[in-house]
């Protein structure tokens, strides 16, 4: 059985910057980036090629907002 993921969230509409609560009630608002390495405990619980966040400070996991296109695909111009 996979061990669930502490910090597991879905992102807001156009999210980008990390809404998770820190010490003394503030935001972290760290940048979220893609995260294409991670483990097997994440990708036991979604999909291999799933598309994951990660907040580039307190390493929140985000997945994507279910109405916002993916952005997986190669960029068009």
């Given at each position: 059985m996979a061990v669930p993921v502490a910090n597991l969230k879905v992102r807001l509409l156009r999210?980008?910057?990390c809404?998770?609560?820190t010490s003394g009630d503030k935001f972290c608002l760290g940048?979220?980036?893609?995260w294409y390495a991670?483990?097997?405990e994440i990708?036991?619980?979604l999909r291999k090629e799933a598309e994951v966040y990660r907040?580039?400070?307190?390493h929140t996991v985000y997945?994507?907002?279910?109405d916002e296109k993916p952005?997986?695909?190669?960029?068009a111009f």
């Open positions: 999210m980008r910057a809404n998770e609560r940048h979220l980036k893609r991670f483990g097997e990708a036991s619980q907040c580039e400070r307190c997945l994507p907002h279910p952005r997986s695909g190669t960029l």
